[in-house]
């Protein structure tokens, strides 16, 4: 593996909500594969190996009752999450395992120096679950596992974490709320699903500032998005300072998008990826690992994807 940029492909990951009606759909990741596949980004970028998170890594950022709750309600056929909207089908829990799993490989890759950046190809999204509650189809928060799992295991102190779905990342903003260590920064369409993210949510106690929402009104595009993070966050990392950046990538901002209603075209993603690694350039030894979350228009979701792993990988 030379120090480029790697990839989390795991096929595994297709499987959830298969055969059921739902926008979060297995299609979604053949897009994206194939969408880094026309891009030729498939075969000249290495690979982070899969594997599934264990329960202690689970448990880093959710309670044990979410997790006894979550897997009975996965095991017994309800067919949807008894805490939130989130459809699931009898694999859904052990895929949902899995993409948190592949996640903290590629955040090993990264942080060991095997690997400049990263980005995973994962499904189920994760943003919208906190602690003890899945919710916004998502059932673990693998961005917030991830965050924890490399403070905990490389003593990294400081983590940014950018997140520019449609949808605002509830469970993320929750889980580091009072946290002044892990810096959430989001933009998103507002008012909209989950109906959090208002500019004046700062985070609390010694996390004030430490938590960033920028709401935008649908048909909001380059010039806001790129605008809060060219003109926001980066002069708000001069003082925060980020060890490591973790991007919550959804493209359902993406025009076109079935859920969102923003306007970011393909090289949009390119500029909003190169302004996030030239945070991690400026202070985290470069160090990005990315992972996909929302995006439902299949055309759009493939081309997004691919801007944005060409991007990361300079090619
Ligand atoms: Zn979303």
């Known amino acids: 593996m030379d120090k480029n940029t790697v990839l989390l492909i795991d096929?595994?990951?297709?499987e959830h909500l298969v055969g059921r009606d739902h926008p979060e759909r297995p299609e979604r990741f053949d897009a994206v594969v194939q969408g880094l596949q026309e891009a030729g980004l498939l075969e000249r970028l290495g690979r982070?190996?899969?594997?599934?998170?264990?329960?202690?890594?689970?448990?880093?950022?959710?309670?044990?009752?979410?997790?006894?709750?979550s897997k009975h309600d996965v095991l017994h056929g309800n067919g949807f999450l008894s805490t939130g909207d989130t459809d699931v089908t009898p694999n859904s829990w052990e895929i949902a395992a899995r993409a948190a799993g592949g996640v903290l490989n590629a955040v090993d890759a990264v942080v060991s120096g095997?690997?400049?950046?990263?980005?995973?190809?994962?499904?189920?999204?994760?943003?919208?679950?906190?602690?003890?509650?899945?919710?916004?189809?998502?059932?673990f928060n693998t961005v917030a596992i991830a965050a924890r799992?490399?403070?905990?295991?490389?003593?990294?102190?400081?983590?940014?974490?950018?997140?520019?779905?449609?949808?605002h990342g509830n469970g993320t903003q929750d889980i580091f709320y009072s946290d002044?260590?892990?810096?959430?920064?989001?933009?998103?369409?507002?008012?909209?699903?989950?109906?959090?993210?208002?500019?004046?949510?700062?985070?609390?106690g010694d996390a004030e500032g430490t938590t960033r929402n920028f709401p935008f009104p649908a048909g909001s595009g380059r010039k806001e998005v790129l605008g809060a993070a060219q003109n926001s966050l980066e002069p708000l990392m001069k003082r925060?300072?980020?060890?490591?950046?973790?991007?919550?990538?959804?493209?359902?901002?993406?025009?076109?998008?079935?859920?969102?209603?923003?306007?970011?075209t393909d090289s949009d993603f390119t500029d909003l990826t190169r302004t996030a690694m030239g945070i991690a350039d400026q202070y985290a030894g470069g160090r990005v690992v990315s992972m996909l979350e929302g995006g439902y228009y299949l055309p759009g979701l493939a081309l997004a994807s691919a801007a944005h792993v060409q991007a990361l990988s300079q090619i």
Not at 117 to 134: E, I, L, Q, S, Y
Not at 149 to 167: E, F, N, P, T
Not at 180 to 204: I, K, M, N
Request: glycine share 10%; aromatic share 12%.
């Open 11 to 14: 096929p595994i990951l297709r």
């Open 48 to 69: 982070v190996d899969p594997r599934a998170a264990t329960e202690d890594e689970l448990l880093l950022c959710h309670t044990p009752p979410y997790l006894r709750q």
């Open 114 to 139: 095997e690997a400049r950046n990263a980005f995973c190809a994962v499904r189920p999204p994760g943003h919208h679950a906190n602690a003890g509650r899945g919710m916004g189809f998502c059932l």
């Open 149 to 167: 799992y490399a403070q905990r295991k490389y003593g990294i102190g400081r983590v940014l974490i950018v997140d520019w779905d449609v949808h």
């Open 180 to 204: 002044p260590s892990v810096f959430f920064f989001s933009t998103h369409q507002w008012p909209l699903y989950p109906g959090t993210g208002r500019a004046d949510e700062t985070g609390d």
């Open 240 to 264: 925060f300072r980020p060890e490591l950046v973790l991007i919550s990538a959804g493209f359902d901002s993406r025009t076109g998008d079935l859920l969102g209603r923003f306007t970011l």
